[in-house]
């Protein structure tokens, strides 16, 4: 499996920081690099007390990523390996609740509950061969945001085999949750990168955000926004890189509709979960799905 391709870059070491420069007593700001839920994540904040809050931040991805996370001992993979899960972390109930919120605007377009056929996929494909029809009508029965019931006390499968996957959205839940934890402290002026990107307030330099899409020509000015990119062929199951990682749950293959789109958004959350469920929409399905949340589509 190819690897993941980064879809967006702050541009902070290229264009903000010369910037900032110009003045010789100004200080740069501090920043943070490291991997969230396996995407390179950064943080940039100019603030007295940049570091013991930088640190807070960090240790509170790595709280979260103890819920999310489908490679290491979490909530999710407990869920996944047991079929239910008791006590649920608050964050859980409210990520699922939003992955609710997205399935019902996208007409199913978006379902975290596509983990059994991501699976098969990505086995099959590591051993040399693709799924057959018997696999995946198999798969399909264990697929799909119908199988999951969740409140304050347990989240459960009603079907045997079912799971669930996180990362069409955790990566924006978890830089909403950055972004408001710094808030919290009196922070008005941060970038968070946790995978999706979510812009408070001005840059250093008192502009808005620059963010480079990829494979786009411009920055995208963010203040008090989040933008998240999604691209079928950003990761691939085949070493050709021609069969994306972006399964249709409604046809149970891989799919999508457009190369690379990007949408702006109020949530990072938000931003990340259509921008996935967009990749397999035609133009009338997005804008039937878009709420006042989403600011803007990029194609």
């Known amino acids: 499996m190819t690897t993941r391709r980064r879809m967006l870059t702050i541009l902070a070491g290229g264009a903000l920081l010369p910037v900032i420069g110009q003045a010789a007593a100004t200080p740069a700001p501090a920043q943070w690099r490291g991997i969230a839920l396996g995407a390179d994540a950064q943080i940039i904040l100019d603030h007295p007390d940049a570091d013991a809050l930088i640190r807070q931040a960090v240790a509170e991805i790595e709280r979260l990523e103890g819920i999310f996370s489908l490679y290491r001992d979490s909530q999710l993979t407990r869920l996944n390996r047991q079929g239910r899960l008791d006590d649920p972390a608050f964050e859980m109930v409210e990520l699922l609740s939003i992955c609710d919120h997205l399935n019902t605007r996208t007409g199913g377009a978006f379902d975290p509950a596509i983990q059994p056929l991501w699976a098969l996929y990505a086995e099959s494909f590591a051993a040399g061969t693709t799924p057959d029809d018997g696999q995946l009508a198999e798969a399909r029965l264990s697929s799909g945001w119908g199988n999951l019931r969740f409140d304050a006390s347990e989240v459960a499968f009603t079907q045997q085999g079912s799971a669930l996957t996180l990362n069409g959205v955790a990566q924006g839940y978890i830089a909403d949750k950055i972004a408001a934890m710094f808030r919290s402290n009196g922070v008005e002026n941060v970038l968070v990168n946790t995978g999706e990107i979510m812009a408070v307030g001005s840059a250093p330099d008192s502009k808005a ?21 999604s691209a079928p062929l950003g990761t691939t199951f085949d070493q050709g890189g021609k069969v994306g990682h972006i399964i249709d749950p409604r046809s149970g293959k891989p799919a999508g509709r457009w190369p690379q789109i990007s949408v702006v958004a109020r949530s990072a959350a938000l931003a990340d979960g259509f921008s996935t469920a967009f990749c397999l929409m035609d133009r009338e399905e997005i804008a039937a799905a878009r709420t006042d949340a989403v600011i803007d589509v990029i194609l």
């Open 209 to 229: 955000w620059p963010v480079k899409l990829r494979d786009r020509t411009g920055k995208l000015p963010l203040r008090n926004q989040a933008v998240a990119t």
